[in-house]
């Protein structure tokens, strides 16, 4: 057995306070608002970027989320098995000064291939902040409070969701989108040394009662191996990525649509959509985590019907907002963020919880990774090429119809989230009995 290579823990290492795990909670939002802005600013300056490098939808969608999910997948995985062997402070501040350079690269591209690079290293930063960001706050906050803390965790995305947009569409008409993608560099130059100055990591498992100080150290494919034989964890994997591929195939073209089909400049839309998005996510993810831990106390299997139930009300509100008048549609994005964020802290809490200790920040990876290819990069990808093919029959209308072919995807969903719910209850418990185990002191210690 090998000990991880993490920063030493000592046997008497207790859980820290409130006042600490607050302070924590305050910084890991702000830098998970900072990363979700640098995605999410570049969707509502599509149409000014389109024009002045004379790209396609196609390019676009490559540019805008497709390499992100390409890089994501090529190093969340050994980042993340890294996270988990050493520390996760040192390697989040990485990852916020990668993204800030990479923000910046975008705003000087004079191309396709230029913008591409900058893109990807935002993909690279954020696979480096995902997984070991969700670990650590499992590794701070018990299992009765880690649905709560993971819905403030994801208050960061539903900042970052508002500013991006937001702030993105009135620097971009006020400075230029150059401009506005350099002001969107400069958070993250703030937040890398808060978190390398005033953070510090603790033993893998700790709020979870975990007393072990070493901690045996497994190759990936073992890990990956021992993840997906939990039975509830590959159905849910592919449940998460293909509701992810519905929603951001609508809200990353949103700005896009409604100036198209509704003749809305990108400043307006912008503003109100980026309105929209932040109070429906930031109500959605608030409500999320505490009413899955509140009605996981009456059945464990809350945790996964939550999602499930909220993905496929999320799809017809979708279907509502593509074939609606004008006057409904930003009111309808708030409502869709809303019911659609109910189910992202409860699936943090089930992936985070049914992974040994040792390898939590490689179960998020693993999920991320997924939700990468098949969600965050196949979805808007697939509507823009869709767009494409049926624009010489629809003219501007065709990005309507293909974003509401990918509304189809929380069908099956809805069914798979149904099927990981039937055995949620007996993984979790094995999950307990394992931590029991590797917690049990063994011969001569």
Known sequence: MTELERPA?????????????????????????CVVAERYILFVLVEPIRRDLHLSDFQIGLVKDFILAIVYVLAVIPLAHWSDRWS???IVAFA???????????????????????????????????????????????????????????????????????LGGWAAHEYGWRNALLLASIPGLILAPIVWFTLR??????ADGNTATQLERKPFREVARELLAIRTFPLLVVAAALNTLMTMGLISWAPAFIERT???????????MGSALFIGSLIGHLLGGPLADLLGRRNVRWYLWVPMVSGAIAMMVGWLILTGP????????????????????????VVT??????????????????INVIGLGGGPVLVGWLSDVLHPAYGEASLGIAMRWSLLAGIP????????????????????ARLAAESAPTPGH
Do not use: N
Request: proline share 6%.
């Open 9 to 33: 823990a000592t046997p008497r290492e207790e859980l820290p306070g409130l006042g600490y795990r607050s302070y924590f909670m305050l910084i890991m939002v702000l830098v998970s608002a």
């Open 88 to 90: 996760r402070k040192r």
């Open 96 to 166: 916020a000064l990668t993204w800030t350079v990479s923000v910046a690269i975008c705003a000087f591209a004079k191309g396709f291939w230029v913008m591409l690079i900058g893109r990807a290293g935002i993909g690279l930063g954020e696979g480096a902040f995902t997984p070991p960001s969700q670990a650590w706050i499992a590794d701070l906050f018990p299992p009765k409070q880690r649905g709560t803390a993971l819905s403030i965790f994801l208050l960061g995305a539903s900042l970052g969701t508002f500013a991006g947009p937001a």
């Open 201 to 206: 990591d603790v033993r893998a498992g700790l």
């Open 262 to 272: 509704h003749g809305m400049p990108a400043r307006d839309a912008g503003i109100q």
């Open 326 to 349: 004008a006057t409904r549609v930003f009111p309808l994005f708030g409502l869709q963020l809303l019911i659609g964020g109910l189910g992202a802290a409860p699936l943090m809490a």
């Open 353 to 370: 919880g049914l992974a040994p200790v040792s390898s939590r920040a490689t179960a998020v990876a693993i999920l991320m990774v997924v």
């Open 413 to 432: 969903s809805t069914i798979l989230a149904y099927l990981a719910s039937r055995s949620y209850k007996a993984d979790s418990e094995a999950a307990q």
